[in-house]
């Protein structure tokens, strides 16, 4: 096969195919007496194969991978795509703890009277350290009141409501800055709702990373056999 039957067969320009072998993504081409490449369908199918591990765990990852595929074992190719469907489901599974998080929040503040909590009590009840808070504090996320001359931390209803979903996109995966983008919109009535919004956002976004892995699979599965086949052949390295 030409560069132009491998572009157009796996979608990707010419000059792509190119870039992705240099970069190792696909195995060298059979170079001609003139120097023009020949590719295999065993090409296509890497291309193919690098699209959808680059949807689900991002390009450098997905090179890394591939080129782990291409000498392992099905034992281990297997394992190392199986991790990959692991980690998707470990990422889902936060955002839906911080999901069940979010629903229990109005429900506490519904039964809450106008209490205060210093900050040992509320890391307590949040299961993290009083240095998170006060993190969260110099970031802006959480802001308490400063009472007595010692100027001592006191959480009322607001600032405990804010760590609360702090706690909770911090456990879906979310970083600073986005929690950040989540903590300025709770002014609003519907603050909660936005929080909630984000969260259903990223998990349609893993699961279209989890349907790109799927739709990868037939792809890696001729990479993982193409290997193993040429190391069963004879007179190829053990």
Known sequence: MRTTDV???????????????????????????????????????????YRGLAEAVGPVEARRLLAELRTATVTEAASAVDEVHARLARERAEVLRAQRALQGIRAEEDGRDDDFMTITQLAEALGVRSSTLRFWEEEGLVRPERVTTLRARRYG????????????????????????????ALDGLDGLEDARRILRGRLDRIAARSVALLRAGADLAAVVTAADATRAAPGSPQ
């Open 157 to 184: 209803p607001a600032a405990i409501r804010a760590a609360r979903v702090v706690v909770a996109l911090r456990a879906g995966g979310y970083g600073i800055p986005a929690v950040r983008e989540v903590m300025g």
């Open 7 to 49: 572009a157009r067969e796996s979608g990707y320009s010419a000059q792509q195919v190119r870039d992705l072998e240099r970069l190792g993504v696909i195995p060298p081409a059979v170079r001609s007496d003139n120097g023009y490449r020949s590719y295999a369908p065993l090409h296509v199918c890497a291309l193919r194969a």
